[in-house]
């Protein structure tokens, strides 16, 4: 059977003509998605600026689909999710950015910094720090750095918290040297919880040659130096305060007191404690002069004028209530009720807040049970402040 060439010269131009077809076609649908990604982009932006969430986050599931291979519409949702507390759906976002081949490498990293944040937020510490050692030698690295210190803070691993935060202060990320006497203390009281002295003073001891200007490691060492009996020391450890750390002798006037009382130094540390009190005067030093002031002999009228001339300077109810309570009993009843009231009213004022949340407890913190911060207490009562 011949070929007939006629056929194949009718057949090009058809062929052409689909194959133009179809190009156009391609072409309209083309343009018809790209139209519909921006628009879904800018639709999900206005909302998020109108604190939209919902719809934003709709907008954004639109765009992703409309446009898979754009990473920031990745990004932009994986982020809103984790603000809407939806993170096992920001989890996947970032799982599967990161299961992409043609992921750029500062895109590969920021999906990795992204997941750990995400594990972070969602309490599942043990993938968040496995999440984030990834982010060792990226640009995120220092980010990732506080984060996995923040993780360990919240696991109480004190000592891989000193790691990382001896590895911040090395690159001068700032100065972290009262964060490591923190978490050394916080070893230490481990160590004393299982009656292991010798390892808690040793650490105590590191963590005043570390950081000098730290109180707390000196206060702790005298606690401890207290209860085994060597009065002398836990007094010269917390006289060092004054060098040091004068802002928080208040926190332990009261301790300064008895320990001047069982190593026989009650009128030299009085006389000391009446100094920093003339320059500084608060409750707390107050009352420990008054309790030396009774050892020594003192009467209770002498003692109680303290209060008075403090309430000549400082107009404190706590002061007022401390001078009533040894006020002569001529009505008893009547009295006994005024002190139950003053009492009650002072109660509030002699509690300790924290600076950066607000928070209030009756004690005094190293670091705040509401916002974590550490050394966000001061060391002046609520009615001081």
């Known amino acids: ?25 391609d072409l309209r649908q083309m ?23 919902d719809q934003a986050i ?9 446009d898979p291979d754009t990473s920031e519409l990745h990004f932009a949702l994986g982020n809103l999710f984790r603000r809407r507390g939806e993170y096992e759906r920001a989890v996947r976002v970032h799982q599967h950015l990161l299961s992409r081949g043609d992921l750029t490498t500062i895109d590969r990293h920021r999906a990795q910094h ?47 918290a000193a790691e990382v935060a001896k590895r911040l202060d090395n690159a001068e990320q ?27 003073q040793k650490l105590l001891e590191q963590a005043i040659r570390n950081a000098p200007a730290a109180p707390r490691p000196r206060i702790e060492l005298a606690k ?14 917390l006289e060092a305060l004054y060098n040091h750390a004068p802002a928080a002798l208040p ?11 069982d190593s026989q130094q009650a009128e030299r540390v009085r006389d000391r404690l009446k100094a920093y009190y003339a320059e500084t005067p608060g409750i707390d030093c107050l009352e420990a002069i008054v309790t030396l002031d009774a050892h020594l002999g003192a009467s209770s009228n002498d003692t109680r004028q303290w209060y008075l001339r403090h309430l000549e300077n400082e107009p404190s109810l706590v002061a007022a209530s401390r001078w009533f309570a040894g006020q002569p009993a001529d009505h008893e009843a009547s ?36 916002c974590q911060a550490w050394d966000s207490y001061p060391a002046r009562r609520v009615e001081e402040l």
């Open 335 to 370: 009295q006994a009720l005024v002190q139950r009231a003053l009492d009650h009213a002072t109660r509030p004022l002699t509690r300790y807040r924290c600076a950066a949340c607000g928070f209030e407890a009756k004690q005094h913190f190293w670091q705040c049970p509401g």
């Open 31 to 53: 343009r018809l998605e790209n139209r519909r990604a921006p628009k879904a982009y800018f639709r999900g932006l206005n909302f998020l600026l109108n604190e939209q969430q």
């Open 251 to 261: 926190l332990v006037a009261g301790l300064m007191a008895q320990l001047a009382v």
């Open 1 to 25: 059977m011949d070929f007939d060439i006629s056929w194949l010269l009718l057949s090009l131009p058809v062929a052409f003509i689909l194959g133009w077809a179809a190009s156009r076609f």
């Open 224 to 237: 401890l130096l207290g209860q085994r009996g060597e009065s002398e020391q836990a007094l010269t450890a």
């Open 114 to 160: 992204a997941l750990a944040l995400d594990y972070l937020r969602a309490g599942l510490l043990d993938r968040a720090e496995e999440a984030l050692l990834k982010l060792e030698g990226t640009p995120f690295e220092s980010e990732a750095r506080l984060s996995l210190l923040a993780n360990y803070e919240r696991s109480r691993d004190w000592v891989h």
């Open 58 to 66: 709709d907008a954004f599931i639109e765009a992703v689909q409309n």
């Open 174 to 200: 700032g100065s972290f040297a009262g964060r490591l006497a923190h978490y050394l203390c916080e070893q230490s009281a481990a160590h004393l919880a299982a009656h292991e002295r010798e390892p808690a």
